[in-house]
Nanobody, 117 residues
Framework: VQLQASGGGLVQAGGSLRLSCVAS????????MAWHRQPPGKQRELVAS???????YYRDSVKGRFTVSGDDVKSTLYLQMNNLEPEDTAVYYC????????????WGQGTLVTVSS
């Protein structure tokens, strides 16, 4: 299974970006899809997730600004990021967990988001 994330870039504070992630080669039912990020010099953190029963999670700092959506049939995941802040600067990674790999899932290569003040 390979995940390809795209959509990162340089944007000014207050701007918007839309991240996309496409999984290929998966044949197992998807349990959840998520975006994580790793800010410079910090640990990776969960940003938003969506499960197949439509439970959605956002970390507090992105609530009201980010919207996660996905299609488990097409194995695609999106993250609409509005009103970006310099603190959102990070490498963003997509992750999917399937029934065959429910514990750690599969990871994409990451896409860099840089928000300038």
């Amino acid at each position: 299974v390979q995940l390809q994330a795209s959509g990162g870039g340089l944007v000014q504070a207050g701007g918007s970006l839309r991240l996309s992630c496409v999984a290929s080669g998966n044949r197992d039912p998807i349990m959840s899809m998520a975006w994580h990020r790793q800010p410079p010099g910090k640990q990776r953190e969960l940003v938003a997730s969506i499960s197949t029963n439509d439970n959605i999670y956002y970390r507090d700092s992105v609530k009201g600004r980010f919207t996660v959506s996905g299609d488990d049939v097409k194995s695609t995941l999106y993250l609409q990021m509005n009103n970006l802040e310099p603190e959102d600067t990070a490498v963003y990674y997509c992750n999917i967990r399937t029934t065959a790999r429910w514990n750690v899932g599969y990871w994409g290569q990451g896409t860099l988001v840089t928000v300038s003040s």
